[in-house]
Nanobody, 128 residues
Framework: QVQLVESGGGLVLVGDSLGLSCAAS????????MGWFRQTPGKEREFVAA??????????TYTDSVRGRFSLSRDSAKNTVYLQMNSLKPEDTAVYFC???????????????????WGRGTQVTVSS
């Protein structure tokens, strides 16, 4: 089973930028999408963004609250996905989780149940 390790979290100020990485090991056979979710205490895990690929083609999708500020990219050779977060806001504070899976269709990208492997998460704190 694939193992996912997130890195890059930390404490930043409002308006700052931060980049997260998610490295996959153990093989991505049968998995063709990776997503980022975030969670704060007492709340459900929230979809942030996802990237899906087929050969050299890939597509990305973002939740409305981060579209235009966050950007996903993938290095297929390294089996690593990067989440670049710009213009950070206090409401972006959360534990960010990386996930890998094979969603049935694009409408499933935001569903945590569509992902079979998860990382342990990395804390992002945006301070005002």
């Amino acid at each position: 089973q694939v193992q996912l390790v997130e890195s890059g979290g930390g404490l930043v100020l409002v308006g700052d930028s931060l980049g997260l990485s998610c490295a996959a090991s153990g093989g991505m056979h049968g998995l063709w999408a990776m997503g980022w979710f975030r969670q704060t205490p007492g709340k459900e895990r929230e979809f942030v963004a996802a990237i899906a690929w087929s050969g050299t083609f890939h597509s990305t999708t973002y939740t409305d609250s981060v579209r235009g500020r966050f950007s996903l990219s993938r290095d297929s050779a390294k089996n690593t996905v990067y989440l670049q977060m710009n213009s950070l806001k206090p409401e972006d504070t959360a534990v960010y989780f990386c996930a890998a899976g094979a969603p049935h269709d694009s409408s499933s990208f935001s569903n945590p149940l569509a992902y079979s492997s998860w990382g342990r998460g990395t804390q992002v704190t945006v301070s005002s």
